[in-house]
Protein backbone atom coordinates (compact mmCIF):
# COMPACT_ATOMS: atom_id res chain seq x y z
CA UNK A 1 0.00 0.00 0.00
CA UNK A 2 1.64 3.64 -0.74
CA UNK A 3 2.68 5.83 1.69
CA UNK A 4 2.92 2.41 4.42
CA UNK A 5 -0.74 3.69 5.78
CA UNK A 6 -3.30 1.21 7.23
CA UNK A 7 -6.33 2.03 4.88
CA UNK A 8 -9.60 0.95 6.31
CA UNK A 9 -11.52 -1.95 4.78
CA UNK A 10 -14.02 -0.50 2.99
CA UNK A 11 -17.20 -2.28 3.70
CA UNK A 12 -16.32 -0.97 7.45
CA UNK A 13 -15.96 2.44 7.31
CA UNK A 14 -17.57 4.28 10.55
CA UNK A 15 -19.60 7.48 9.98
CA UNK A 16 -16.63 9.77 10.66
CA UNK A 17 -14.39 8.44 7.98
CA UNK A 18 -17.03 7.98 5.71
CA UNK A 19 -18.04 11.43 5.97
CA UNK A 20 -14.35 12.58 5.37
CA UNK A 21 -14.60 10.18 2.36
CA UNK A 22 -17.47 11.88 0.75
CA UNK A 23 -16.17 15.01 1.51
CA UNK A 24 -12.94 14.61 -0.35
CA UNK A 25 -15.25 13.08 -3.50
CA UNK A 26 -17.30 16.10 -3.46
CA UNK A 27 -14.55 17.98 -5.16
CA UNK A 28 -14.91 16.60 -7.78
CA UNK A 29 -18.87 17.67 -8.14
CA UNK A 30 -18.11 21.15 -9.83
CA UNK A 31 -16.70 21.25 -13.83
CA UNK A 32 -14.64 23.81 -12.37
CA UNK A 33 -13.17 22.03 -9.79
CA UNK A 34 -12.51 18.74 -11.97
CA UNK A 35 -10.56 21.19 -14.66
CA UNK A 36 -8.63 22.37 -11.99
CA UNK A 37 -7.03 19.29 -10.86
CA UNK A 38 -6.76 17.87 -14.28
CA UNK A 39 -4.65 20.71 -15.41
CA UNK A 40 -2.65 20.56 -12.12
CA UNK A 41 -2.26 16.90 -13.20
CA UNK A 42 -0.22 17.87 -16.05
CA UNK A 43 2.20 20.18 -13.60
CA UNK A 44 2.41 22.58 -10.98
CA UNK A 45 1.31 26.24 -11.80
CA UNK A 46 0.12 29.52 -10.65
CA UNK A 47 -3.11 30.80 -10.24
CA UNK A 48 -3.12 32.96 -13.30
CA UNK A 49 -1.91 30.26 -15.28
CA UNK A 50 -4.94 28.24 -13.71
CA UNK A 51 -7.36 30.60 -14.60
CA UNK A 52 -5.93 31.04 -18.29
CA UNK A 53 -6.00 27.27 -18.88
CA UNK A 54 -9.14 26.78 -17.22
CA UNK A 55 -11.06 29.57 -18.41
CA UNK A 56 -12.21 31.13 -15.44
CA UNK A 57 -11.02 34.43 -13.82
CA UNK A 58 -8.43 34.29 -11.08
CA UNK A 59 -10.23 35.33 -8.27
CA UNK A 60 -12.53 32.33 -8.54
CA UNK A 61 -9.92 29.83 -9.21
CA UNK A 62 -8.56 31.18 -5.97
CA UNK A 63 -11.42 30.20 -4.46
CA UNK A 64 -11.75 27.06 -5.78
CA UNK A 65 -7.92 26.61 -4.62
CA UNK A 66 -8.98 27.14 -1.02
CA UNK A 67 -11.83 24.42 -0.95
CA UNK A 68 -9.49 21.70 -2.41
CA UNK A 69 -6.47 22.86 -0.22
CA UNK A 70 -8.98 22.69 2.75
CA UNK A 71 -9.50 18.86 1.50
CA UNK A 72 -6.25 18.59 0.94
CA UNK A 73 -5.88 17.68 -2.63
CA UNK A 74 -3.64 20.78 -3.76
CA UNK A 75 -0.57 22.42 -2.03
CA UNK A 76 0.33 25.44 -2.08
CA UNK A 77 4.51 26.32 -2.40
CA UNK A 78 5.48 30.28 -2.27
CA UNK A 79 7.82 31.05 -5.10
CA UNK A 80 8.87 34.34 -5.19
CA UNK A 81 5.94 36.84 -4.95
CA UNK A 82 3.20 33.98 -6.77
CA UNK A 83 2.14 30.78 -4.95
CA UNK A 84 2.63 27.66 -7.13
CA UNK A 85 -0.09 24.96 -6.74
CA UNK A 86 0.29 21.19 -7.52
CA UNK A 87 -1.76 18.18 -6.19
CA UNK A 88 -1.32 16.87 -2.77
CA UNK A 89 0.16 13.65 -3.99
CA UNK A 90 0.07 10.75 -6.44
CA UNK A 91 -3.40 9.54 -5.05
CA UNK A 92 -5.20 12.73 -6.33
CA UNK A 93 -4.03 11.71 -9.73
CA UNK A 94 -5.13 8.53 -9.38
CA UNK A 95 -8.48 10.02 -8.10
CA UNK A 96 -8.98 11.80 -10.60
CA UNK A 97 -7.86 9.36 -13.46
CA UNK A 98 -10.30 6.63 -12.23
CA UNK A 99 -13.38 8.92 -11.70
CA UNK A 100 -12.65 9.83 -15.63
CA UNK A 101 -11.90 6.33 -16.73
CA UNK A 102 -15.16 5.70 -14.59
CA UNK A 103 -17.24 7.82 -16.76
CA UNK A 104 -15.55 6.73 -20.56
CA UNK A 105 -16.55 3.03 -19.21
CA UNK A 106 -20.08 4.09 -18.80
CA UNK A 107 -20.00 6.11 -22.08
CA UNK A 108 -19.38 3.75 -23.95
CA UNK A 109 -21.68 0.88 -21.82
CA UNK A 110 -19.16 -0.96 -21.04
CA UNK A 111 -20.81 -3.14 -18.03
CA UNK A 112 -18.40 -5.44 -15.77
CA UNK A 113 -18.91 -8.90 -16.23
CA UNK A 114 -20.88 -9.08 -13.01
CA UNK A 115 -20.41 -8.07 -9.58
CA UNK A 116 -18.39 -9.38 -6.89
CA UNK A 117 -21.27 -10.98 -4.76
CA UNK A 118 -22.05 -12.87 -8.53
CA UNK A 119 -18.75 -14.10 -8.61
CA UNK A 120 -18.43 -15.10 -4.80
CA UNK A 121 -21.38 -17.10 -5.49
CA UNK A 122 -20.37 -18.81 -8.77
Known amino acids: MAHGGHQPDSAELDAEFAGVVAQTMQALATPSRVRIL ?3 H ?3 CSVNELAESVGMAPSA ?3 QLRLLRHLGLVVGERDGR ?3 YDLYDDHVGELLEQAISHVEHVRQGLARSGSRRQLAEA
Do not use: D, K, N, T
Request: proline share 0%.
Open 38 to 40: GRL
Open 42 to 44: AGA
Open 61 to 63: VSH
Open 82 to 84: RIV
